[in-house]
């Protein structure tokens, strides 16, 4: 394809805003399938946690052809702890394609995602998705939207971006906001008009900048990007520099090329200025690379991602249980698929811990660091994990903490709820905004005052709530948040619960455990919402007698036990409490499974703060 037919484009936007339903529109009607091909939805979405949680984690490449120009597309992630996914993409194309709720208008994520575009000087082109909505608010989020590039200090060509309506549900768009429209054709009319074709002599020497970096069993290493300048062949021999180590010069040679037609990757022989392509054979290759020839080997400048906010120990797991159901449990193990993740992933740092079987690793937020946690457990892992901890850095001498903006639209009966629990976790209003019967609040809170609180704004919004934040720089400590208000109930001994034991226990407090379940002492089993730590026997049989029988155990009734996702485990964990993550199961323990070193510790603990005090 010659270099002025091409058009490279990342679609962006707020999670839930319908970036992957777009593209998939945009697929079906730039003949990606065929006529009779049944094409499931989201198909961009081919990870099967993506599926499952209906969010983009990983950015991913497809192409089709619109009126004899191709269109490279790039589909980013929407939750802002994936935002290292986009940063590191937006270099590799010369658009942006910015999605924006039709009732919802610009989120956290949005402001976020627009001011990194609009830094790198990309033409952007507006889509107000879901126009198809009821509730469609169209000329105040298009004001919205203008405020947002004042905001952001565009510049005047920036504010006179283009802008389409669509409804990517029904597979349909138009550049005028009382036009329904009959299809994709306006916006693909307004890519092509609008977006540039990529720049770059194709008669220099060849430059490209690794935008991402895979493994494949079969090839090795796989280098993705787009080519800046000149041509690249199979074979050609070419060099690996990085524009912040000035000491990599690594010589390899080119075994493959792939480029990308519809959502395939497919072999070439060649390539040239402009394209987005996924080279083999190059050795030592990250993300943020550049490959050139000998001829000219100056690297291309790489921004550094923004630095992880949160960090958690990984550590191998030593529970009585340990090594029943995982396939890798040592710390080899751990430690190789940790420093591989760090590789692929940007956003996350690895580092060997404090003892030689833990592992430090801090990403961008809660979800980020659940995401690598399930991943690795559906491969076979095996490890435990702690409590999230924020980074807290010192700056001109004073202690700061990471900051978050908030955004929490709920009904108005829910808003003195929200506002009193925003503030027992030291949140501050910035403004508040009614739509109809409901509220839109923005807060700017510390991040570790967010640790759990999703769960609990849909239980004090009676699911109505809904709730996105993005980081929003460090700020001064703001003192002493409490993280959770209620206890644990506690294993005694180990053995297989029984519905003697839990019918006690469950008067206690709420239990995350059935009957037939393995314990061990130290290992938590419910919450209690009073008070201290109690330990209760779940595996206390009831004595036989001469007019006792064990079955008249089934005339005890049970309260269904509360099942805890991964991510209300971590939000569970408390600072003496860690994560036994397996295969098969989630189990919450104590670090000191004896609780007679439990005792002592807290003794140690409450005879330090009281001479703290004094």
Known sequence: MEQKKIRNIAIIAHVDHGKTSLVNELLKQGNVFRDNQTVIDRVMDSNALERERGITILSKNASCVYDGFKINIVDTPGHADFGGEVERVLKMVDGALLVVDAYEGPMPQTRFVLERALS??????????????????????????????????????????????????????????????RNMQPLFQTIIEHIPAPSGDINAPFKMLVSSAEHNDYVGKLAVGKIGAGSLNVGDNIVLTNYHDETKNIKSKVISIFTYDGIKRVNAQTATVGDIVCVSGIEGVGIGDTVCTEEDMTPIEFVKIAEPSVEMTFMVNDSPLAGREGKYVTSRHLRDRLYKEAIKDLSLRVSDGATADSFVVCGRGEMHLSILIETMRRDGYEFAVSMPKVLIKTIDGIKCEPIDRVFIDVPEPCVGTVMNKMGLRKGELIDMTPHGSRIKMNFKVPARGLFGYQSELMTDTKGEGVMSSVYDGYEPFKGEIVRREYSALIAHEAGESVVYGLFNAQERGTLFIGAGVPVYAGMVVGLNPRGEDIVVNVCKKKHLTNTRSSGSDEALRLITPMRMSLEDCIEFLADDEILEVTPKSLRIRKRLLDPTARLRERAKMLGLSKHSNN
Not at 164 to 178: E, L, M, N, P, Y
Request: no cysteine; proline share 3%; hydrophobic share 45%.
């Open 120 to 181: 790198l000087g990309l033409k952007i082109i507006v889509v107000i998705n879901k126009i198809d909505r009821p509730d469609a608010r169209l000329n105040e989020v298009v004001d919205e939207v203008l405020e947002l590039f004042l905001d952001l200090d565009a510049n005047e060509d920036q504010l006179n971006s283009p802008f389409v309506f669509a409804s990517a549900r029904d597979g349909v768009a138009s550049k005028h906001i009382t036009e329904r429209g």
